[in-house]
């Protein structure tokens, strides 16, 4: 993206694929608790991946409250906690904290797949599991989602807690998770959040699916060949040390959220290519499902360097503010939006269907004023470090996520007691370590190659 666009493009790393797969969630080993409840379940007959009979399978809103349960009758366990070290630099991205020098390492992102029929005949892809140890916690539609899905998106989510509160990186391993913060605990409020972006990136690619939108066999084959390739580079130890840095356990994992981030790709280009495929005709609708600090948005940037002319030079010729203000007027006045932004807008980075962005992902005085516009309104004249920015909300794939997700026909269901077995504190705690060992292991190797 160009300099004139960084303001908007700050934490921005996070937004394309392969930063999400940096913020997987790093998996732990279950505890000898719910490996013995796990045992009389089967004996019992009774599987994680099938709803309880007699429970009402569609959610009436996007409300967590909404979502049904699914609760087993067994006493929720704390799990132990392993406090480390400190882990390394990520921070500056929604999945803050990923070691740069193992992020490199993970190039393209694409993946393998078993056809799944969805309602209504349509399919969608999802991965041969590996004996990874991972419990089913909610379906979507008949779609599973596990543990080690939700704490891919548990560590995405602490990481930008801890980016947005300026926790520092070497503190984000043994960082106090379960304090309270607004009245609720903070890993709680995590795990919510994550379970919910677990469940929209499902709903969004069932939604591809349905139009056809999936990942093909040489995507399928490269994937593959790509993690075969690292773990020949690195060995089956050392491949799993770097991924762990990158909160994932298993190369399986690996591959599916590398897949997922992909086919997620995939589906927003066909989204912006096709939008009458998933948005609803009358698109206004769409402001009873806006979620809290998540958007879509278009603007319009006239740049300014912020800079007060030095003595003895003319001020500029140009007020940049009293311009931004015309252009702002013009579309009170009744002139088309889109037709001056490509007239005037100044960020030439930025993309045909404008930026969609959570919260602590962009210049923070642009996400205040972006978040506080219901769909099609705009906003006054904003200043940025970078110059002044006029907002204007457009529908996005948030709203829609919601949007599907309160649709009748849509089943989602939630195993509580599976998911309070997730922890924050573990989640973190490993990436730490993990990122440490490499570290060791990375300053070894330097030690050892300057010394021949």
């Known amino acids: 993206m160009d300099n004139e666009n960084k303001e908007i493009q700050e934490n921005e790393s996070n937004l394309t694929p392969e930063e999400k797969v940096k913020a997987d969630i790093s998996a732990k080993v279950s505890e000898a608790a719910s490996e013995l409840q796990d045992d009389i379940n089967e004996v019992n007959g009774i599987s994680d991946s099938q709803p309880d009979e007699g429970a009402e399978e569609t959610p009436d809103s996007w409300d967590d409250s909404a979502w049904e349960t699914d609760e087993e009758p067994e006493e929720v366990k704390p799990e132990p906690v392993r406090i480390t070290l400190k882990r390394s630099s990520f921070i500056t991205s929604v999945v803050a904290g990923v070691l740069v020098g193992a992020v490199l390492m993970f190039g393209v992102y694409q993946f393998p797949k078993v056809n799944k029929v969805l309602p209504g005949g349509a399919k969608t892809e999802t991965l041969v599991k590996e004996s990874d140890g991972s419990k089913v916690v909610a379906t979507v539609n008949g779609e599973d989602i596990t543990d080690l899905d939700v704490r891919y998106y548990a560590y995405a989510e602490a990481a930008t807690y801890a980016s947005k509160n300026g926790i520092a990186e070497d503190e984000m391993g043994s960082y106090d998770w379960d304090k309270e913060v607004d009245g609720k605990k903070l890993s709680d409020t995590i795990i919510e959040k994550a379970v919910a972006a677990a469940i929209d990136e499902v709903l969004l690619i069932q939604k591809g699916a349905e139009h056809g939108i999936t990942l093909d066999e040489a995507s399928a084959n490269q994937i593959k060949s790509q993690v075969d390739m690292l773990e020949g580079q690195y060995g089956e130890d050392g491949l799993l040390l770097r991924v762990r840095t990158m909160g994932i356990t298993a190369k399986s994992q690996y591959a599916k959220m590398y897949k997922k981030a992909m086919t997620t790709q995939k589906v927003e280009e066909d989204m912006e290519e096709n939008p009458g495929n998933y948005y609803p005709e009358d698109k206004t609708v769409l402001n009873d499902y806006i979620q809290d600090g998540k958007c879509s948005v278009k603007h319009i940037l006239i740049k300014d360097s912020g800079a007060a002319p030095a003595e003895g030079e003319e001020a500029p010729a140009e007020d940049k503010q009293a311009k931004a203000q015309s ?37 923070p005085a642009f996400e205040e004023a972006a978040f506080a516009l219901k769909i099609g309104e705009v906003s006054g004249v904003v200043k940025g470090t970078n110059g002044y920015h006029i907002i204007k909300r457009v529908p996005g794939k948030y709203e829609l996520q919601a949007y599907w997700a309160a649709d009748s026909n849509t089943k989602i269901k939630k195993k509580d007691s599976k998911i309070a077995k997730i922890s924050v504190k573990d989640i973190m705690a490993d990436v730490a370590a993990a990122t440490e060992e490499l570290k060791a292991e990375s300053a070894s190797a330097s030690g050892a190659s300057s010394s021949k």
């Open 327 to 363: 252009i702002l007027d013009r579309i009170n006045g009744g002139e088309d939006f889109d037709a001056l932004l490509k007239e005037f807008n100044e960020d030439t980075g930025e993309p045909d269907a404008g930026y969609t962005f959570a919260e602590g992902q962009m210049d």
